[in-house]
């Protein structure tokens, strides 16, 4: 049984005129990569700094790591990281000398940081330029001295708010690279993006926000066949030479619900997986069997699908 | 908050401001102290007892009547200056560049920040003055050859004190509006408008006080020593609104022991009667004639500085 790293009951932030979270009921396991997603202005920021102890929830509960982050906001920055998302460093300091003084807010020691943070520096290839000032770096390197400085504390958990916003590709790869591993490591890492295919790249599940509420949680494949596929399997089948007679005994395959043709390629929708069996019935039939796989649900369609519905 | 303390301090030390600011200040404090040193023989007599504490109070011939001596003047010109540019950014920066919500996701208390980055300004505050005044004691005691005595030692230390709460009270008037306002810019024409109306239009050229006191009490050349008396007075407490003339007026009776009343025609009268410079006041006494101008200005320097602490600690983080 995982560890439970993140969870809230009812969590609520209402101002004065409209409500920025209402109702969330979040729960997050260890080394999750958690994407948590929504349209602008859905709260997904003003949940991370409750769960920061950054803001007040006006109602609900919260707990991070075990910790109450409204009443013991020191204990769960200690071990939680918060990459914003208009990060920004020290201009006239270096690399260096920025993570060095997260460092020192950290407590740690100045041995334990000049170690620390040469491992880091390393780790998110910034070794060459660790001694120049912070205004000559790249956006994309900013970006990744960003990821090196919540590293700085080890933290068990990091939220990372739009971490690939104005990158280039490749820059992007490297920081979706650095999360995954981050994640291998058992930090638990929720991920804010609207780079929807990102998400479904590297998160293990995903938080659909919108106006406040949680409208959809759980893995993406899930999600999508609750979504799109109305809960069903969709299997893209595809057969050369099929025999006529191949529909109607594919159509007799417990589970089976609905079999579409064009040409030569088959989709049939199923309550289960059913590959095996319907493989079985292709070949059994004298039909070629070419290419069979279940149709993944693209999180875009998803994404559209739920924040529509709010 | 040490963290803070020593980033913020190593910051300012090594910024350009600083630099600038400090060169500023030295070269007004030579300029003082020269003037000092070719006019304070003709101030000097016999019977002077505080010939040190003349090397800052010194005037020189073509000097304007309506400014304080040279040095006084210079002092109270740059450490409003000082001090609000030593906090007109402090918190705006630090949310512009989009430092503040990552310092803020620190294991540190919100307070820490508003906390450390105050008191390191005050550290150069405290810097800056003490050198400041160490210059022109240093320089004079070289060119004029007498060595202060305790009494003056003892008023030095307490005008160099209060110069340096008076420039903290400038420094978290500027930290206020840098919590206040989002731009760096506006929080420094904010700060710099008001030392403006407060220093020119209140202390050096008291238009508004005079205004005032001529509508309440209006005097013309036959009107008698008390309406006179009486006007200057309204005048004066109008004045006292503004924190330059509060540091001003302390400042006077601080450094020079003769001033026994903050009202010149009272003063005019007595030494009038006395027929000579009135003899000099006890320490206590000084203290004891501005010790409500003392009072106001800590006051202020503090509750600028709770405002902006409370400001900054209710702050939404959305804003920030």
Same mark, same amino acid.
């Given at each position: 049984?995982?560890?439970?790293?993140?969870?809230?009951?009812?969590?609520?932030?209402?101002?004065?005129?409209?409500?920025?979270?209402?109702?969330?009921?979040?729960?997050?396991?260890?080394?999750?990569?958690?994407?948590?997603?929504?349209?602008?202005?859905?709260?997904?920021?003003?949940?991370?700094?409750?769960?920061?102890?950054?803001?007040?929830?006006?109602?609900?509960?919260?707990?991070?790591?075990?910790?109450?982050?409204?009443?013991?906001?020191?204990?769960?920055?200690?071990?939680?990281?918060?990459?914003?998302?208009?990060?920004?460093?020290?201009?006239?300091?270096?690399?260096?000398?920025?993570?060095?003084?997260?460092?020192?807010?950290?407590?740690?020691?100045?041995?334990?940081?000049?170690?620390?943070?040469?491992?880091?520096?390393?780790?998110?290839?910034?070794?060459?330029?660790?001694?120049?000032?912070?205004?000559?770096?790249?956006?994309?390197?900013?970006?990744?001295?960003?990821?090196?400085?919540?590293?700085?504390?080890?933290?068990?958990?990091?939220?990372?708010?739009?971490?690939?916003?104005?990158?280039?590709?490749?820059?992007?790869?490297?920081?979706?690279?650095?999360?995954?591993?981050?994640?291998?490591?058992?930090?638990?890492?929720?991920?804010?993006?609207?780079?929807?295919?990102?998400?479904?790249?590297?998160?293990? @599940?995903?938080? $659909?926000?919108?106006?406040?509420?949680?409208?959809?949680? +759980?893995? =993406? /494949?899930? *999600?999508? %066949?609750?979504?799109?596929?109305?809960? @069903?399997?969709? $299997?893209?089948?595809?057969?050369?030479?099929?025999?006529? +007679?191949? =529909? /109607?005994? *594919?159509? %007799?395959?417990?589970?089976?619900?609905?079999?579409?043709?064009?040409?030569?390629?088959?989709?049939?929708?199923?309550?289960?997986?059913?590959?095996?069996?319907?493989?079985?019935?292709?070949?059994?039939?004298?039909?070629?069997?070419?290419?069979?796989?279940?149709?993944?649900?693209?999180?875009?369609?998803?994404?559209?699908?739920?924040?529509?519905?709010? | 908050?040490?963290?803070?303390?020593?980033?913020?301090?190593?910051?300012?030390?090594?910024?350009?401001?600083?630099?600038?600011?400090?060169?500023?200040?030295?070269?007004?404090?030579?300029?003082?102290?020269?003037?000092?040193?070719?006019?304070?023989?003709?101030?000097?007599?016999?019977?002077?007892?505080?010939?040190?504490?003349?090397?800052?109070?010194?005037?020189?011939?073509?000097?304007?009547?309506?400014?304080?001596?040279?040095?006084?003047?210079?002092?109270?010109?740059?450490?409003?200056?000082?001090?609000?540019?030593?906090?007109?950014?402090?918190?705006?920066?630090?949310?512009?560049?989009?430092?503040?919500?990552?310092?803020?996701?620190?294991?540190?208390?919100?307070?820490?920040?508003?906390?450390?980055?105050?008191?390191?300004?005050?550290?150069?505050?405290?810097?800056?003055?003490?050198?400041?005044?160490?210059?022109?004691?240093?320089?004079?005691?070289?060119?004029?050859?007498?060595?202060?005595?305790?009494?003056?030692?003892?008023?030095?230390?307490?005008?160099?004190?209060?110069?340096?709460?008076?420039?903290?009270?400038?420094?978290?008037?500027?930290?206020?509006?840098?919590?206040?306002?989002?731009?760096?810019?506006?929080?420094?024409?904010?700060?710099?408008?008001?030392?403006?109306?407060?220093?020119?239009?209140?202390?050096?050229?008291?238009?508004?006080?005079?205004?005032?006191?001529?509508?309440?009490?209006?005097?013309?050349?036959?009107?008698?020593?008390?309406?006179?008396?009486?006007?200057?007075?309204?005048?004066?407490?109008?004045?006292?609104?503004?924190?330059?003339?509060?540091?001003?007026?302390?400042?006077?009776?601080?450094?020079?022991?003769?001033?026994?009343?903050?009202?010149?025609?009272?003063?005019?009268?007595?030494?009038?009667?006395?027929?000579?410079?009135?003899?000099?006041?006890?320490?206590?006494?000084?203290?004891?004639?501005?010790?409500?101008?003392?009072?106001?200005?800590?006051?202020?320097?503090?509750?600028?500085?709770?405002?902006?602490?409370?400001?900054?600690?209710?702050?939404?983080?959305?804003?920030?």
């Amino acid at each position: 049984m995982a560890q439970v790293v993140v969870e809230t009951k009812n969590l609520t932030k209402a101002y004065d005129n409209f409500t920025a979270v209402d109702g969330l009921n979040l729960h997050i396991e260890e080394s999750e990569i958690f994407g948590f997603l929504g349209p602008n202005g859905a709260g997904k920021t003003t949940t991370i700094l409750m769960l920061l102890g950054l803001t007040e929830p006006s109602s609900g509960a919260a707990q991070v790591c075990g910790y109450n982050p409204t009443r013991e906001p020191l204990k769960v920055k200690r071990i939680v990281g918060y990459l914003p998302e208009k990060v920004g460093f020290y201009e006239d300091l270096t690399a260096r000398q920025n993570l060095g003084y997260t460092a020192e807010l950290n407590r740690l020691s100045r041995k334990e940081a000049e170690e620390r943070i040469g491992d880091l520096l390393a780790t998110v290839g910034l070794s060459q330029v660790a001694d120049q000032e912070v205004s000559k770096l790249s956006r994309g390197m900013k970006q990744r001295l960003g990821i090196a400085d919540i590293l700085v504390k080890e933290p068990k958990l990091a939220f990372l708010d739009e971490p690939t916003s104005g990158i280039d590709p490749e820059g992007i790869d490297d920081i979706l690279n650095l999360i995954v591993s981050m994640a291998k490591k058992g930090i638990t890492v929720i991920f804010c993006s609207h780079q929807l295919h990102q998400v479904q790249k590297i998160c293990t @599940r995903v938080g $659909i926000l919108a106006k406040g509420r949680l409208v959809a949680e +759980g893995s =993406i /494949d899930r *999600l999508g %066949r609750q979504a799109v596929g109305g809960g @069903r399997y969709r $299997i893209k089948v595809q057969v050369a030479e099929p025999d006529p +007679g191949l =529909i /109607d005994s *594919l159509k %007799r395959i417990k589970g089976v619900i609905e079999v579409q043709s064009s040409d030569n390629l088959l989709f049939i929708s199923c309550d289960k997986d059913l590959r095996g069996q319907i493989a079985k019935t292709i070949v059994d039939s004298g039909s070629i069997l070419v290419e069979m796989k279940i149709e993944e649900y693209g999180l875009e369609e998803i994404y559209k699908k739920y924040s529509h519905e709010a | 908050m040490y963290a803070v303390f020593r980033k913020e301090l190593a910051d300012h030390l090594s910024s350009k401001r600083f630099i600038i600011l400090f060169i500023l200040i030295f070269l007004a404090a030579i300029f003082a102290t020269y003037i000092a040193f070719h006019n304070i023989r003709g101030e000097v007599s016999p019977t002077t007892e505080f010939i040190f504490l003349k090397l800052f109070t010194v005037s020189a011939e073509g000097w304007p009547n309506v400014l304080p001596p040279p040095f006084i003047f210079f002092i109270s010109l740059f450490i409003p200056i000082i001090g609000i540019a030593l906090g007109f950014d402090a918190i705006s920066s630090e949310r512009a560049s989009g430092n503040l919500s990552r310092l803020l996701s620190q294991p540190i208390y919100r307070d820490s920040v508003i906390n450390g980055k105050f008191l390191a300004g005050l550290f150069v505050l405290a810097i800056i003055i003490a050198s400041v005044i160490a210059i022109v004691a240093g320089l004079g005691l070289r060119l004029i050859g007498v060595p202060p005595g305790s009494e003056e030692v003892l008023r030095i230390i307490v005008f160099a004190l209060v110069s340096i709460i008076y420039g903290a009270f400038w420094m978290a008037l500027a930290v206020l509006f840098s919590v206040l306002f989002n731009s760096a810019a506006t929080s420094m024409l904010a700060s710099l408008g008001l030392w403006i109306f407060f220093f020119f239009f209140m202390y050096i050229f008291p238009v508004i006080p005079e205004a005032v006191a001529s509508a309440s009490v209006p005097i013309d050349q036959n009107s008698s020593l008390e309406m006179l008396t009486k006007h200057v007075e309204i005048g004066g407490i109008i004045g006292r609104i503004s924190p330059c003339t509060l540091y001003g007026e302390a400042v006077a009776a601080l450094v020079i022991p003769e001033l026994g009343s903050l009202n010149p025609v009272l003063l005019a009268i007595s030494i009038f009667y006395a027929g000579r410079m009135l003899t000099p006041l006890p320490f206590g006494q000084s203290l004891l004639l501005v010790w409500p101008q003392l009072v106001s200005i800590i006051a202020l320097a503090a509750v600028c500085f709770a405002v902006s602490y409370i400001r900054f600690m209710r702050q939404e983080i959305r804003s920030i």
